[in-house]
């Protein structure tokens, strides 16, 4: 008994060095990798490639990261409870190639599905469609077919859908020719366009409907291609655990409407142009804001508002005149009423400095009204449609859009339902009555239309100051040997 014990003591070591070797075999594995999606979420961090962009990632006028990529990955990240950390390559050419080595865990950077990148890099659900164009500027000849650009100086991003696309083309125009620029992205490119440095270039649909708001003298001369998908790019391969991941967010998304009102933020004031307008806004901004500018500031600055939106406000209320007077008797930069004005202590209504200050901390007051579990920015949409049409039928209006079984507390819903004010069958259920509702939905359309162009306009002007000092400290002191 003695001995079978001893012997089976001295089997446990042998027992144990066996197992230990199996372990090192190839393709002997009792503890199998964690799936990719588990690692993300064992590191805490998901890394996502993108492209700077106003259709994709820039810094918002808060300081704080925007686009529509950007929040779409920022959503995606705040679902799997981990970090973003956003990664931008040196290059756009770079990025399917960063994708495919696995650099990142994906791209959202409004790629395009193609045929060639399907080769390379797997494409998860499609959430936006976009048409290359063709972009000429508005004084030059439109071209009307391919073969009228032959013997134009094309220029397009290296590395992108546009390429693939002239390829194509190419085929049936062996004389077509065009640059391949590697350091701009397409929005620099439509200034080429616009500066008249280049005579043509190809920039998605989206990008465009962006940029003519800026410069309006840009014009689409045909569609090169039908259109086509939007979708993140990810590593080909045996993992699918985040790609599938992927596919229930996106399916989230659209179940929720959450997709539809990202994409009313960022393009839905961008549906119709006005090429006069825009023309006539930045002639006024030269003209007439820089001498109330200040006024704004110092406005914003005391009720916690953005300058820019306060006048882009009064740009919609006044062409930014101070003696402005409508048929109600409306009067000044921001159009307040004799009984608004009153409430607010305002004597003068035509004083730049008391209109402008009154219009802020009456827009300050509807924001305070609204209920504090609307977040931005329709929370702001929200009340400065009742800047417009009154906040009793702003609340008329949420209260018709949840009897129609949509969301009271997103400006995307609520706006559909404030033309519905004019209708008796709407009207007279509600406590204010009739009201002209589709007014105030083309008010708040303006102003964030006019809002963007302030900011891109102030924001230029403000790097033109930046490079001057330093332009200037350069030549202030000798350089040395």
């Known amino acids: 008994m003695v001995l079978i014990a001893a012997n089976r003591a001295m089997r446990w070591p042998l027992i144990l060095s066996i197992f230990v070797m199996a372990l090192s075999l190839p393709g002997c594995n009792f503890f199998p990798e964690p799936s990719l999606l588990a690692k993300i979420k064992s590191d805490g961090e998901i890394i996502v490639i993108t492209r700077p962009g106003s259709t994709t990632y820039y810094q918002g006028p808060d300081g704080q990261p925007a686009g529509l990529e950007y929040e779409l990955a920022k959503r995606f990240a705040d679902r799997l409870g981990v970090k973003l950390k956003i990664v931008v ?65 094309i220029e397009v991003v290296s590395g992108s859908s546009h390429v693939e696309q002239l390829v194509k083309l190419q085929q049936h125009y062996p004389a077509l020719r065009w640059r391949e620029n590697s350091e701009l992205e397409s929005e620099g490119l439509l200034t080429f366009v616009w500066d008249r440095m280049i005579d043509y270039t190809v920039a998605d649909s989206n990008e465009v409907a962006l940029s003519q708001r800026f410069y309006p003298e840009l014009r689409v001369a045909f569609d090169i291609n039908k259109p086509e998908p939007i979708a993140w790019a990810f590593p080909i391969g045996d993992d699918d655990t985040l790609y599938n991941e992927a596919v229930l967010f996106f399916a989230a998304l659209l179940d929720s409407g959450e997709l539809e009102q990202l994409l009313e933020r960022y393009y839905g004031h961008t549906k119709t142009f006005d090429y006069v307008g825009t023309r006539k806004f930045k002639t006024h901004y030269y003209q007439r804001l820089v001498t109330y500018q200040a006024l704004f500031e110092e406005a914003a600055e005391e009720n916690g508002l953005d300058w820019r939106l306060l006048a882009a406000m009064s740009y919609q209320e006044s062409h930014w005149n101070p003696k402005a007077i409508s048929p109600t008797g409306v009067r000044g930069l921001m159009m307040l009423t004799l009984t608004t004005a009153r409430q607010l202590g305002i004597r003068n209504r035509i004083d730049p400095k008391q209109s402008i200050d009154g219009g802020a901390r009456y827009l300050k007051s509807l924001i305070k009204r609204v209920p504090k579990r609307i977040q931005e920015p329709d929370r702001t949409w929200m009340a400065i449609a ?93 350089r040395a040997i």
């Open 89 to 153: 390559p040196p290059f756009f050419s770079d990025t399917i190639p960063m994708v495919a080595r696995g650099d990142a865990h994906f791209a959202a950077a409004g790629l395009s599905v193609t045929e060639e990148r399907q080769k390379v890099v797997r494409f998860g659900p499609s959430y936006q469609q976009i048409t290359q164009q063709l972009i000429y500027r508005y004084g030059n000849i439109r071209p009307k077919s391919v073969a009228d650009i032959i013997d134009g100086d």
């Open 386 to 478: 009742a800047y417009n049409v009154g906040f009793g039928h702003l609340r008329d209006a949420r209260t018709i859009t949840q009897r129609r079984g949509f969301d009271p507390d997103k400006w995307m819903d609520v706006k559909e339902s404030l033309p519905l004010l004019r209708q008796k069958k709407w009207y007279q259920k509600t406590r204010y009555g009739y009201a002209r509702g589709h007014e105030p939905v083309m008010y708040v359309r303006n102003i964030r239309n006019y809002y963007d162009l302030v900011r891109r306009i102030s924001d230029e002007k403000k790097s033109e100051r930046s490079k001057e000092r330093h332009e200037g400290s350069i030549t202030t002191f000798p």
